[in-house]
């Protein structure tokens, strides 16, 4: 494996993190919206609430992380996207920061007017995701030129591009699933009942749009990008295997089996078709004007930024167990018996 | 939009963002210190008040936490989208600490998420308290980290620049640039006073609204010792810093100091305006600044004659100079006479208008924090990087940056707003005495 190769996998494996762990935050907002307006919102807000409050700044740590390590792997990055995703990244930071700050605003600061906190909640929750898969579209190239005074994003093409709706679609299904998945498992714990049900409906129901919109991008990039189509084909095997790992969730959320286990094998599902779509990616970073290689940083810096996150992650290891085994695993607080809230 | 607008509104929006989140973060990096040491003395004395204070101020940290977290991920995204060619040249040499603070902050979300949600849980309180301190030093080093980086603007070095291209890259070396250990414990220092002093503010606040509490008495106390200890400190680390200046910067040192000619014993210059190139109404304490630069009376101090007129920077940063120093001078004085005070007890130090003082002295750190920075800053123009690269290269050719500002500023008013609104709301509905007595029933329902 070359430096450039570990770089863009240890980058890859962040951004999978903030995947699945957004999601779960993203699509618990939505959700919790979703059934307040609907007026079950007893059954789900407490689950939601246990759940996210002890983790929430660490999601956005995963988002940062990833952020910075691009730049420092790979600094040309930051004039390529830096230039180009001026709007677009802007709209999600502020986002971002709306949703993430009025969130401990409500919980910490009991700030009241809930109803139409919940509902701004819920919304930024879908926009988020929307706003930030926009990156994965531009990398497929087309959409940038650089011309003499640098690189210009052609919104309008981008706009109505196909492919920029289809993935935007499937984050919103992703988001969806993966949350729902989560969480019938956590009230499952919680030994909610009423919550499990009505997450383990909505379960359902999202896993057929997820698989859906999921294979619309493979057609849709047959059309835009047919080099990256062709990479694609390459690696049928492992968007096979995430297919038998998808069907297995569902099986066992449909016979109402072992919520854990079905969540494993979902994590299981995308992290293969993540890495079949970043393998099949390589060695692109922006098509066609960049690739890890001639992006990449110096070999002293690449060597030292790979030193540090190994000395990190002993770190960082053993603090995320202990955060997980106080708060996911332990029955007592995820039950709601506990409350040591400052 | 030309590039002249676009790099104009691209500095008004870095200037706006991180002025913003310095505010939080500053805050961030010193208030985990003053809870251990709170709930520490708590935990030694058996005192249910200081753990208590510990409490309270968890609670009223995690929302400025929160803005902090919110601000600083928009001016690290910023960073690239703002000023994409700094960003690309300085990733190359440069990225390690930006890399390591990352560590730092997943260490500290971690932990904050731990610690406040054990309140009580352990049976040794002891235990709760050893949560804290990977807080406490995952927010110092994210603040060491960051301004490593500053500091390697001011005084780039760890590589070598050959027709344009970078060779023999040493991030170490970059990192342990001559800018760093002044910078570093000057800011770490300054944190520490500001939080101090905004936590006696509110102490203060209390007092003169009516509450005659012990419990404000202990925490006014408490503070104000911190805070003389850090502003004693920061005022020595920033002489200091000066000496690096008079070093490696002596263009930064000169403009703020309004020293136009090279001499031997240099006259300080506090105050005054300057018009049509003359110093007017200013204190002039002879040889002083040769005493600040390098220690001896009649050392050299090399003076704005020696640089070029479009490499100096803007002459207005004196008056932050004079602001940042005289909020360091007056606040250590107030500290000081409090502390006198309360061991002679002298009447002085409970009257309204000292307390009054003291309410002020958090707001008047916190913009002693912003001068400095503007200062340091400012004074860095017209380079990004220092020698290398000139601000009006480093931006964006991107067309949008105008509306981009509207938004953030948008953004960071609803931020203020919302978190000053549910901070008062929060402490307000639930007083200190209130606490208390629940908590002595929780006791006593305990131990029945
Ligand atoms: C409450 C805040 C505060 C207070 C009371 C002081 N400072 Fe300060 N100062 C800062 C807050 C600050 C800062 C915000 O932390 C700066 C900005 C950039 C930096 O490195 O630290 C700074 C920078 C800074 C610099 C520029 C360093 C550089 O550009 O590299 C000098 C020379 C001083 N300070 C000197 C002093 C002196 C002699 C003080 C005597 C009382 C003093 N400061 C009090
Ligand atoms: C490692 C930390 C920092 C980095 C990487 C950084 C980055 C930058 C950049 C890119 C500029 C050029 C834009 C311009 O000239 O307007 C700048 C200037 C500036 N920065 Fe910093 N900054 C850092 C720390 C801070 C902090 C903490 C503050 C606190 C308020 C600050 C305040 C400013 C101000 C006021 C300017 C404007 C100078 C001018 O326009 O003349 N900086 N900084
Ligand atoms: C010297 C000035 C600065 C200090 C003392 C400081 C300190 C802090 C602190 C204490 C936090 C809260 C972290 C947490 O609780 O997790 C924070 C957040 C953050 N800061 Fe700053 N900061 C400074 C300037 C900057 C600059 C110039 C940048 C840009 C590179 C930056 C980037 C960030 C980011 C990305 C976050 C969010 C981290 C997260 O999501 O947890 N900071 N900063």
Known sequence: MTLEVIGISVLWIFLFGYVIIASVDFGAGFFNAYSTLTGQQHILTKVIQRYLSPVWEVTNVFLVFFFVGIVGFFPKTAYYYGTVLLVPASLAIILLAIRGSYYAFATYGGLTNRKRYTFIYGISGLLIPASLSIVLTISEGSFVKVGSTGPTLNYWSLFKSPLTWSIVVLSLTAVLYISSVFLTWYAHQAKDDRATALLRKYALIWAGPTLITASGIIVELKAHNP?????????????????????????????????????????????????????????????????????????????????????GLGLLIPSLYLLVKLFLFNKEYVQGKRNNHA | MGNEEAVLFSRVLTELTLSFHIIYATIGVGIPLMIMIAQWVGIKKQDEHYILLARRWTRGFVITVAVGVVTGTAIGLQLSLLWPNFMELAGNVI??????????????????????????????????????????????????????????????????????????????????????????????????????????????????????????????????????????????????????????????????????????????????????????????????????????????????????????????????????????????????????????????????????????????????????????????????????????????????????????????????????????????????????????????????
């Open chain 1, 227 to 311: 080099e990256h189509y062709e990479r694609l084909l390459d690696l049928w095997w492992l968007f096979g295997l995430s297919v038998i790992l998808f069907m297995g969730t569902v099986y066992l959320i449909w016979r109402k089996q072992s919520y854990g286990v079905a969540f494993g094998l979902l994590v299981g599902q995308f992290f293969l078709a993540f890495f079949g779509y970043g393998i099949s990616h390589y060695p692109y970073l922006l098509y066609p004007y960049l690739t890890i290689f001639d992006s990449f940083t110096n070999k002293s810096m690449a060597t030292a930024l790979i030193v540090v996150f190994i000395a």
């Open chain 2, 95 to 448: 990225a390690l600490p930006l890399f390591m603070e990352t560590f730092a902050f997943f260490f500290e979300a971690i932990f904050l998420g731990i610690y406040i949600y054990t309140w009580d849980r352990f049976k040794n309180p002891k235990k709760h308290l050893l949560l804290l301190i990977p807080v406490a030093i995952g927010a110092s080093f994210s603040a060491i980290f960051i301004t490593v980086v500053n500091a390697f603007m001011n005084a780039p070095q760890g590589f070598d620049l050959v027709n344009g291209q970078l060779v023999n890259v040493n991030p170490i070396l970059a990192m342990f640039n001559p800018a760093m250990p002044t910078k570093v414990a000057h800011v770490l220092a300054t944190a520490y006073m500001t939080s101090a002093f905004v936590l006696a503010s509110i102490g203060a606040f209390r007092l003169l609204k009516g509450s005659n509490h012990v419990y404000h008495k202990k925490a006014l106390l408490l503070t104000m010792k911190m805070g003389l200890i850090f502003s004693i400190a920061a005022a020595v680390i920033g002489d200091f810093s000066g000496k690096y200046l008079a070093e490696y910067q002596p263009e930064k040192l000169a403009a703020a100091e309004w020293h136009f000619e090279t001499e031997k014993g240099a006259p300080l210059i506090l105050y005054g305006v300057l018009a049509d190139g003359e110093v007017k109404y200013a204190i002039k304490i002879p040889s002083a600044l040769s005493i600040l630069a390098h220690s001896t009376p009649n050392a050299e101090v090399i003076g704005l004659d020696q640089f070029a007129k479009d490499e100096t920077p803007p002459l207005y940063i004196h008056y932050l100079f004079d602001v940042m120093i005289t909020i360091g001078v007056w606040m250590t004085l107030l500290s000081f006479v409090f502390l006198i005070g309360s061991w002679r007890k002298w009447k002085l130090i409970s009257s309204n208008l000292f307390r009054w003082l003291i309410v002020l002295g958090g707001p008047l750190s916190i913009i002693g924090i912003e001068a400095g920075w503007w200062m340091a800053e400012v004074g860095r123009q017209p380079w990004i990087l220092r020698g290398l690269m000139r601000t009006k290269e480093a931006a964006t050719t991107s067309g949008q940056v105008d509306v981009m500002l509207l938004l953030f500023s948008g953004l960071y008013i609803v931020l203020a707003i919302g978190s000053v609104v549910v901070l008062t709301r929060m402490f307000r509905k639930n007083p200190v005495e209130r606490e208390l007595a629940d908590r002595a029933s929780e006791k006593e329902g305990a131990t029945v």
